[in-house]
């Protein structure tokens, strides 16, 4: 069954510094995983996605994330942060063809001035 | 384009009563999905139709949870009676078809009092 374990409830960085959000999948074949964000009282929006093509997945507002298969994981980073980034981000792996994803716990991003 | 509407954004009840919440995906999207958000944890799948028929309903309390699709547009979720467990914020979700990129609303946030 797949599932996915985000390492972290809550990460706090100062503005201007790297940021990294750790996510570990378990599945049976090779699945597709996605980064979601959701700020407060806001819908969850797409940072990005990876489908088994490259393994370095570029998502919008300067994310990006590498699926490693070896680590079975797929952490999200950013090189510098901005205030604008504090939310909850959410790894989410796709259950099988009928598209229905399966949502970590979600880490709280603090962003510090 | 017009995102996935929801509404009432905010509901608050007492237990055993009755609520229902309705979701207007994006135009044209075959898929819709019902998650179940509670505070901290991420969204679970609740139903997901194709059209107006059910893929999957597995997760959905059918004892008090209902939901409908009926001309394939528009989507309600019923609760009834709830209990104070079902405070959560219950997130609509479309796609073009299954396995495409998933749109949210912004939710609509129950509270049982």
């Known amino acids: 069954a797949q599932s996915v374990t985000q390492l972290d409830s809550h990460v706090s960085v100062s503005e201007g510094t790297p940021v990294l959000l750790r996510c570990n999948y378990s599945?049976?074949?090779?699945?597709?995983l996605f980064w979601y964000v959701q700020h407060p009282n806001k819908g969850l929006q797409l940072l990005l996605k990876?489908?088994?093509?490259?393994?370095l997945v570029k998502g919008i507002n300067g994310f990006e994330a590498e699926f490693k298969k070896s680590e079975t994981s797929f952490h999200l980073t950013k090189p510098s942060a901005h205030m604008s980034d504090a939310a909850e981000y959410f790894c989410v792996v796709e259950m099988g063809s009928q598209g229905n994803l399966i949502f970590g716990k979600g880490t709280k991003l603090s962003v510090k001035p | 384009e017009a995102g996935v509407a929801q509404s009432p954004r905010y509901k608050i009840i007492e237990k055993r009563q009755s609520v229902a919440f309705w979701c207007n995906p994006i135009?044209?999207?075959?898929?819709l999905y019902w998650y179940q958000q509670i505070l901290g944890q991420g969204p679970k799948l609740l139903i997901q139709?194709?059209?107006?028929?059910?893929?999957?309903d597995s997760q959905l309390p059918k004892d008090r949870f209902s939901a409908e699709r009926l001309k394939g547009v528009d989507s309600t979720l019923k609760i009834q009676p709830a209990k104070l467990e079902d405070s959560a914020v219950y997130l609509c979700?479309?796609?073009?078809?299954?396995?495409?990129?998933?749109?949210f609303g912004e939710g609509s946030w129950l509270t049982v009092v």
């Open positions: 135009s044209g999207h075959a898929t």
């Open positions: 139709f194709q059209n107006n028929g059910v893929v999957d």
């Open positions: 979700a479309s796609s073009w078809a299954r396995g495409n990129t998933i749109y």
């Open positions: 599945s049976s074949y090779s699945p597709s």
């Open positions: 990876y489908t088994s093509a490259a393994t």
